[in-house]
């Protein structure tokens, strides 16, 4: 596993990490939703870089497929809204009002970092170099911290891939399976459309709803 985990670590991984860094606090932090997504597309292709180095040329095939097909749904959902003169109102998707206010996401940003790094220094996570302990802890502690703030379908969809890149990672370090892989792949693709759906349903609604008001 040592020839792995060297590998990950070489390729420009301090520039890398702090690239996934940034956009896992632009995740958490932005409220506008397309900003996010761009956010999470930097964010996944960095993975997909990080793991080109230490994985098979069949698994890099379905990481560029699943990227591919996951901006695909996103840039058709966003081409339908737009087509079809749908606009979101401002806030519309913010359900808890107290728990999205860019200062407390960035406070949870804040806090991920800490417990990403305090992960580092105190656990043991069978990963002898630190950076790539960092990686894994701070896509984990991001993405649950997405998931528990979100205050729409797509954005818990996001938390949620966020969370699986992290694991991903993990489980490049010892020999991945291709059928598990395969499996990951397709999970991956069908929580974007599932995501996409929610995303539409809701911006339909509150679009409905800001003109029934007017009205």
């Known amino acids: 596993m040592l020839p792995t985990l060297l590998s990950l670590s070489s390729f420009h991984a301090p520039q890398l990490v702090a690239g996934l860094v940034v956009c896992g606090a632009v995740l958490l932090i932005v409220s506008d939703h397309r900003l996010a997504i761009l956010a999470f597309f930097v964010q996944r292709l960095i993975v ?27 840039h058709i959902t966003e081409w ?8 979101e109102p401002l806030h519309a998707h913010q359900a808890r009002p107290s728990l999205t206010s860019p200062l407390f996401r960035a406070l949870a940003a804040a806090l991920g970092l800490l417990v990403a790094y305090g992960l580092v220094q105190t656990c043991n996570l069978a990963l002898p170099l630190p950076m790539v302990a960092f990686t894994v802890g701070w896509l984990v502690v991001n993405g649950l911290l997405i998931l528990s703030l979100a205050g729409s379908g797509l954005r818990t969809g996001l938390g949620v891939l966020t969370f699986a890149d992290g694991c991903r990672i993990l ?10 892989w395969g499996l990951w792949s397709v999970c991956d693709v069908l929580v974007a459309l599932a995501a996409c759906h929610l995303r539409s349903a809701e911006v339909a609604a509150a679009g409905n709803k800001s003109t029934g008001g007017r009205e």
Not at 55 to 70: C, F, K, Q
Not at 80 to 87: N, S
């Open 48 to 74: 997909v870089t990080l793991l080109w180095a230490i994985i098979e040329a069949p698994l890099r095939v379905m990481n560029i497929i699943a990227l591919a097909a996951i901006a695909l749904v996103c």
């Open 171 to 180: 489980y490049a370090l010892w020999q991945p399976s291709l059928l598990v």
């Open 80 to 87: 339908r809204l737009r087509r079809a003169e749908i606009r």
